[in-house]
């Protein structure tokens, strides 16, 4: 068999390393030089293999009809047909300038070039089988778990539906649920501690993408015995704002909302860092609250607690996903996401 010819890129480096158009012989152009020349050979290298090297499924095709002795055989293992598996065994051959395969009415039989380029071909789709295993691991590990950052009316009201959602289509993912205000979450994401996130405020944290994903709208609501139950005209802004109410934290989505509504606010009656602490108070007759309409439900209805209509102010919000630019959530915090949709 003639042995194969030296490469041209070993030739082209000799003859520019021995004057030619190139430096001078013994020039040094220091390290920086060396490094950027080394890089951008080692970018070369990887486009031309890129080209020169056929594809995984026509490797595999050869490996097939070595194995069976029939391109037809070797075609339906892989289901395809045998005109396209003919067809890519001759763009191999093609593009490596040898012949490969042997075609005659008893089978196909490797030439010697076809033995060699087979046994190349193992090694290359063991390396193959090697990286997707390596690939697979990975994204076994990422999906094994799922940090959710959420803040606390979301957390206490909408997250355990979805939860329950996605458990059905990932049941040995283990999910964490860390439960605080809206800044909270924004810190838990950009500090890497969590893979997606819920807020409710006005507007996104700096560092992060978002996509709405339901809306909502804020109550003042009193016990039924708080003289505001009984007033004939809605409550007005300037009242509303008077008036010391029982208020979630600075930070909070509730918060926000009521701050950019009404402005300068009387100071808090009680500021409580969750939902249903300051529900309770509102129950207990402690004083008015205000509280997402999402959390509501059950003591209106059980007539605990009473809706204060409003003429002059709109406490309406946007429900948010969240998670650190550029890096849109995956895996079961993109399922996750999806399920979040329908709210």
Same mark, same amino acid.
């Given at each position: 068999?003639?042995?194969?010819?030296?490469?041209?890129?070993?030739?082209?480096?000799?003859?520019?390393?021995?004057?030619?158009?190139?430096?001078?012989?013994?020039?040094?152009?220091?390290?920086?030089?060396?490094?950027?020349?080394?890089?951008?050979?080692?970018?070369?290298?990887?486009?031309?293999?890129?080209?020169?090297?056929?594809?995984?499924?026509?490797?595999?095709?050869?490996?097939?009809?070595?194995?069976?002795?029939?391109?037809?055989?070797?075609?339906?293992?892989?289901?395809?047909?045998?005109?396209?598996?003919?067809?890519?065994?001759?763009?191999?051959?093609?593009?490596?300038?040898?012949?490969?395969?042997?075609?005659?009415?008893?089978?196909?039989?490797?030439?010697?070039?076809?033995?060699?380029?087979?046994?190349?071909?193992?090694?290359?789709?063991?390396?193959?089988?090697?990286?997707?295993?390596?690939?697979?691991?990975?994204?076994?590990?990422?999906?094994?778990?799922?940090?959710?950052?959420?803040?606390?009316?979301?957390?206490?009201?909408?997250?355990?539906?979805?939860?329950?959602?996605?458990?059905?289509?990932?049941?040995?993912?283990?999910?964490?649920?860390?439960?605080?205000?809206?800044?909270?979450?924004?810190?838990?994401?950009?500090?890497?501690?969590?893979?997606?996130?819920?807020?409710?405020?006005?507007?996104?944290?700096?560092?992060?993408?978002?996509?709405?994903?339901?809306?909502?709208?804020?109550?003042?609501?009193?016990?039924?015995?708080?003289?505001?139950?009984?007033?004939?005209?809605? /409550?007005? !802004?300037?009242? +509303?704002? %008077?008036? @010391? *109410?029982?208020?979630?934290?600075? $930070?909070?989505?509730? &918060?926000? #909302?009521?701050?950019?509504?009404?402005?300068?606010?009387?100071?808090?009656?009680?500021?409580?860092?969750?939902?249903?602490?300051?529900?309770?108070?509102?129950?207990?007759?402690?004083?008015?609250?205000?509280?997402?309409?999402?959390?509501?439900?059950?003591? /209106?209805? !059980?007539?605990? +607690?009473? %809706?204060? @209509? *409003?003429?002059?102010?709109?406490? $309406?919000?946007?429900? &948010?996903? #969240?998670?650190?630019?550029?890096?849109?959530?995956?895996?079961?915090?993109?399922?996750?996401?999806?399920?979040?949709?329908?709210?």
């Amino acid at each position: 068999m003639r042995m194969p010819e030296e490469p041209i890129g070993n030739r082209a480096e000799e003859s520019a390393g021995s004057g030619g158009g190139g430096p001078a012989a013994g020039k040094d152009e220091g390290p920086a030089a060396g490094k950027a020349e080394g890089l951008a050979g080692v970018a070369h290298h990887s486009v031309g293999v890129a080209r020169r090297v056929p594809d995984l499924g026509a490797l595999e095709l050869l490996l097939a009809v070595a194995r069976l002795g029939s391109l037809g055989m070797a075609a339906r293992e892989l289901g395809i047909s045998q005109p396209a598996a003919s067809s890519r065994i001759r763009s191999m051959e093609r593009q490596l300038g040898v012949a490969l395969v042997d075609r005659s009415p008893r089978g196909s039989r490797l030439t010697d070039a076809g033995a060699l380029v087979t046994d190349w071909a193992r090694r290359v789709v063991e390396a193959a089988d090697a990286f997707d295993a390596g690939a697979q691991a990975l994204r076994d590990r990422r999906d094994s778990r799922l940090r959710v950052a959420a803040s606390m009316t979301i957390a206490e009201y909408l997250l355990p539906g979805w939860l329950i959602a996605l458990r059905g289509q990932h049941p040995d993912t283990a999910v964490s649920l860390l439960a605080g205000n809206s800044a909270a979450v924004a810190e838990r994401l950009l500090a890497d501690e969590a893979d997606v996130g819920f807020v409710e405020g006005l507007t996104v944290p700096t560092g992060l993408d978002s996509v709405v994903i339901a809306h909502d709208r804020l109550i003042v609501v009193t016990a039924p015995e708080h003289p505001w139950a009984h007033r004939r005209k809605p /409550l007005g !802004a300037a009242e +509303l704002a %008077s008036t @010391p *109410l029982i208020l979630r934290e600075k $930070g909070s989505g509730t &918060r926000q #909302v009521l701050d950019a509504a009404l402005g300068s606010l009387a100071r808090p009656l009680l500021e409580l860092n969750s939902t249903t602490a300051v529900k309770a108070s509102a129950v207990s007759g402690a004083g008015p609250a205000v509280l997402s309409e999402l959390a509501l439900g059950e003591e /209106l209805s !059980a007539h605990r +607690l009473v %809706s204060i @209509p *409003l003429s002059d102010v709109q406490l $309406g919000r946007s429900l &948010r996903a #969240v998670w650190p630019t550029g890096h849109r959530p995956t895996g079961p915090a993109r399922d996750l996401l999806s399920l979040t949709r329908g709210a």
